[in-house]
């Protein structure tokens, strides 16, 4: 196949001729970068939903490990990404509703939901004697929300919870990529606050209150069985 004699044989056995010793040389090389790209670990492709903040990254760290090529990820969009092979795992909110055939959710994630907004308007929400906040003294305030496509089961969930409790708010809706154009939205309007879990990081001007009654947000990773 190659073309040229490799070995000259004798009684004593074969000896590699000048082509033969090049073509040893070229394998070698050959065998070394197979070996190498053999030991590299594929990356895990993961879908993240917005929102999603250093501590969900973190639990899906230790879930999946650090090789981890990110993407951005709708809920309502994983399963089809995941079932088309263009993602191996999709980090969802919950209720998700039915589990969808042939996948499995796994709990990455739980933390209460609390009212972000301006320092000063936090500052003068009605306050239980553990510091938390009832739900119906939210009555007034505006709720700068989030495109519920992205994420119906747990749009759905959340607003239920909140006028089952005495809040039906006026909703300013936005979906920005980006926490820093939601806190600029949230400095700039008084009376507008968010619904979410404690930020990592409180931005400058802001502040953050626990509802009550208790209202989680449940992150879990979507996979296949």
Do not use: Y
Request: with cysteine; hydrophobic share 45%.
């Amino acid at each position: 196949r190659v073309g040229v004699r490799l070995f000259d044989r004798s009684a004593s056995g074969m000896r590699p001729t000048p082509a033969g010793g090049e073509l040893a040389v070229a394998a070698q090389a050959w065998l070394s970068a197979a070996g190498t790209l053999g030991s590299r670990r594929p990356s895990v492709r993961v879908g993240l939903p917005r929102g999603a903040d250093r501590a969900v990254l973190g639990a899906v760290r230790e879930r999946l490990g650090e090789n981890l090529a990110l993407t951005e990820c709708a809920t309502s969009a994983a399963a089809a990404l995941i079932r088309g092979c263009r993602l191996d795992a999709a980090v969802i909110r919950e209720p998700l509703g039915q589990t969808p055939h042939g996948l499995r959710t796994t709990r990455l994630l739980v933390r209460p939901l609390g009212i972000l907004g301006r320092a000063e308007d936090v500052a003068t929400l009605v306050r239980t004697p553990d510091g938390l906040v009832p739900i119906a003294s939210l009555d007034g305030l505006s709720l700068l929300w989030f495109n519920e496509s992205r994420a119906p089961g747990f749009a759905r969930s959340v607003m239920d919870a909140l006028r089952e409790h005495g809040w039906d708010p006026d909703l300013v809706e936005a979906d920005p990529a980006s926490s820093t154009v939601t806190e600029d939205a949230l400095l700039h309007a008084a009376g507008l606050v968010m619904v979410r879990p404690r930020p990592s990081l409180l931005g400058p001007g802001l502040d953050w209150a626990e509802l009550t009654p208790r209202k989680d947000e449940t992150f879990s990773l979507l996979s296949r069985r």
